[in-house]
Every structure is written in C-alpha cells, then in structure tokens.
T-cell receptor
C-alpha cells in the first residue's frame, strides 16, 4: 500500500458520459499530480495541484478538469467521454522539502469507455 | 517538448540472464528516475540519479546516468522472475521551481521466464 488511495479502481461507462475519479494523497503530502496512461502514449502528465491551488498543467483536454479540496483530496472530472479516453488514470502525491522530488503513485483507476 | 525514448520496448529472457534497457533523449534533465510498474499497480520508484556519470546499484540492478545527463541505462544481473514488470524512466526538467514535472518514457516490458 503506497498510501495514495484512488477510487474507483475500475469504471465502465458510455461515450458522452461524465465520470469523477477521486484521489486521497499520502498523509502529509500537499501536492497531487494526475497522469493518464494509455498503451500508445505511455504516462502523460495532466495536471498538478499544490495545497488546493493549480500549480501546473500538462496535456489535459478541455473536457477534463480537476480540483483539490481543503482536506487535500483531489478529483479529476472527465466529461463528454470518447472511446479514446479509455486509459489508466493515476494520481501521485509528493511531500515538501527533501521529499518533493519523490512521486508516490496510487494503484490507478481503469476507465473503459464503450 | 522533452521526449524520452526507451528501448527495447519488449524483452523476454530466461531466468539467470543479464539484460540492459536504455533511456535516451535529446534533452538535458536535471535528474532522472527509474520506476517499476506491475500489473494493476502504480509505478514504484527504484532510483533517482542526479549527477552526470553517476552510477547507482540496488542489489542486482545497476543504474547509470549519462555524462551529458541526456540518457540512462538500467542493467539487471542474473534476472529473476520477480523482476518481471514494466520499467519506466522519467526525466525531471530543468528549472520549474515549485512543480516537479516528470516526462516519462513509454517503458520496457520485461518478462523473466523461470
């Protein structure tokens, strides 16, 4: 157990639908990162939050959004889903100070869009 | 955009054999990390290399960072079935204070046959 909790573990939905993926970071970690992993693209950075504020954006589609709440958990919202959005979505967290460069990943949420 | 190319993409070897996987880029990275990912799990950090030419050993695994900090290699001696997994390299960009963004390679999928 990495200490980063992601739910749901598996999700099957239809095109055009909207889903929310949830992440609880490791205790004490202030930064949350979201990554998408697909077979052809590998792990792609989507977005980062630090203590409730957006810190960096990567290859995140406009149909996707995220937020980090005061209790530091984060949600990734995916809307108007397309077949190509089927992927593993990972959340990772980092601590401050000397631990800022060590990403701890959750087990991921596998999204299947039919 | 910084890209990391990993080779080979797939590798299937017999238990006891040695192997090397490579991670190459045209970009310079401030540091480079190696992760191992098993099915149904998130990537787990194996090592971080920071200095050009640095060599780190982790039991039977030897990691090397290129002198120019653009490439890295992972050598496994006497591979064991437990080494099976997806090996990912990830480079941290130069600068970008406050946001630790990693660029991941697509990985090398290693199968060690008993």
């Amino acid at each position: 157990d990495s200490g980063v909790t992601q739910t749901p573990k598996h999700l099957i939905t239809a095109t055009g639908q909207r889903v929310t993926l949830r992440c609880s970071p490791r205790s004490g970690d202030l930064s949350v990162y979201w990554y998408q992993q697909s077979l052809d693209q590998g792990l792609q950075f989507l977005i980062q939050y630090y203590n409730g504020e957006e810190r960096a954006k990567g290859n995140i589609l406009e149909r996707f959004s995220a937020q980090q709440f005061p209790d530091l958990h984060s949600e990734l919202n995916l809307s108007s889903l397309e077949l190509g959005d089927s992927a593993l979505y990972f959340c990772a967290s980092t601590g401050g100070g000397s631990g800022a460069n060590v990403l701890t990943f959750g087990a991921g949420s596998r999204l299947t869009v039919l | 955009t910084q890209l990391l190319e990993q080779s080979p993409q797939f590798l299937s070897i017999q238990e006891g054999e040695n192997l090397t996987v490579y991670c190459n880029s045209s970009s310079v990275f401030s540091s480079l990390q190696w992760y191992r990912q098993e099915p149904g799990e998130g990537p787990v950090l194996l090592v971080t290399v920071v200095t050009g030419g640095e060599v780190k050993k982790l039991k039977r695994l030897t990691f090397q960072f290129g002198d120019a900090r653009k490439d890295s290699s992972l050598h496994i001696t006497a591979a064991q079935p437990g080494d099976t997994g997806l090996y990912l390299c990830a480079g941290a960009g130069l600068g970008g204070a406050g946001s630790y963004q990693l660029t991941f390679g697509k990985g090398t999928k290693l199968s060690v046959i008993p």
